[in-house]
């Protein structure tokens, strides 16, 4: 029997019924009665609260991988790949680049990377605070 060509999904009616469906949850109204407010058909809601369930459940039933290809497929075995060890000490190594800030009173100051920014902060006070 052959089976039905489907629809490509519109993801922006699917992301639109999340949003409905999530504001009714929201609200202490019953489905019925929010459906009625919003002008929408009790059965489109319980169609597409049903539909978005099962959605999530395939994502997080099947997660991404070789081994999700489909139920009559083999799991593909790992493959190995060729790796090339480097020594370290043949790269030199480089220093980590300075940060350098000119105040308008003329200091200068030189950060390296990782530096405490609390402490930045309490010498840039005292520096900018300085009398000329």
Avoid at 14 to 29: A, G, K, P, S, V
Avoid at 81 to 96: F, G, I, N
């Amino acid at each position: 029997m052959p089976t039905k060509a489907r629809r490509p999904r519109d993801l922006a009616k699917e992301q639109f019924w999340r949003t409905i469906i999530r504001r009714q949850q929201q609200t202490d109204l019953p489905i019925s009665a929010f459906c009625q407010r919003e002008g929408l058909k009790l059965a489109n809601f319980f169609w597409w609260r049903r539909e978005l369930t099962r959605r999530d459940h395939e994502k997080t039933a099947s997660p991404p991988g070789p081994s999700a290809k489909g139920p009559n497929q083999p799991p593909v075995a790992p493959v190995f790949l060729p790796v090339r060890v480097v020594e370290t000490d043949l790269a030199p190594l480089q220093p980590a680049p300075l940060i350098e800030i000119v105040l308008h009173t003329g200091p200068v100051v030189r950060v390296p990377c990782g530096f405490d920014p609390r402490t930045l902060n309490d010498i840039l006070v005292v520096l900018e605070a300085r009398p000329c």
